[in-house]
């Protein structure tokens, strides 16, 4: 059985890619979402903590991992964020593994990956989806959160790679600075568009 055509979605915080990843699968696109295993994987009763709480005694608890605490280990420590991915990459990909196993008869899939540029992958992509809106439009969804500071904000905006890269880096971009209507049918375009070239997929 041909594997299926195999697409990465990204973009930077505020552009909209959740709500582009819930369109794809309203779409009937399967969609792995890299944040939501994570999540799991470190939730409560997951298979992570065992081995999160051996390296780092007393961040995790009946409810998961305590995310400060985490954080303040192994924020700005190198070999402590190296001993956590250690930890979390591999069950993150053996997740993906047996998503892509089950999925194995679709047409086409997504990976839903936030920091794909930033964190070097792609290499095994088909097509890149890029979800990009204007700056203006970007900084008043991000600092309408709660908790958001135009400080944290511009922090954030300094540890990913520019939007203006992403866009010239991507096999297709998503244009979100628009209606929900217009960016669903821009969706729609594309997923149809690479069904209709991969039909043996």
Do not use: C, W, Y
């Not at 905006?157 to 203006?164: C, F, N, R, T």
Request: no cysteine.
């Amino acid at each position: 059985m041909n594997r299926p055509f195999v697409a990465g979605l990204t973009g930077s915080i505020g552009m909209g890619k959740s709500a582009v990843a819930l369109m794809l699968r309203e779409m009937g696109v399967p969609v792995f979402d890299a944040d939501a295993a994570v999540h799991h994987l470190q939730g409560p009763g997951g298979a992570l903590l065992p081995a999160i709480e051996a390296a780092f005694p007393g961040t995790t608890g009946p409810e998961g991992v305590k995310r400060q605490e985490l954080g303040a280990k192994v924020f700005g420590d190198p070999a402590a964020l190296k001993r956590l991915e250690a930890i979390v990459h591999p069950a993150v990909a053996q997740m993906r593994e047996a998503f892509m196993i089950e999925h194995m008869g679709e047409g086409v899939v997504v990976f839903d990956i936030p920091l794909l540029f930033e964190k070097g992958h792609g290499a095994d992509l088909d097509a890149i989806f890029v979800v990009s809106a204007p700056a203006q439009v970007q900084r008043q969804r991000v600092l309408a959160r709660p908790g958001m500071t135009p400080e944290k904000f511009a922090h954030i905006l300094s540890l990913q790679v520019p939007d203006a890269e992403k866009r010239v880096r991507a096999t297709h971009v998503i244009d979100t600075g628009v209606t929900l209507a217009e960016t669903r049918a821009q969706v729609a375009a594309l997923v149809a568009g690479i069904r209709e070239k991969n039909p043996h997929r």
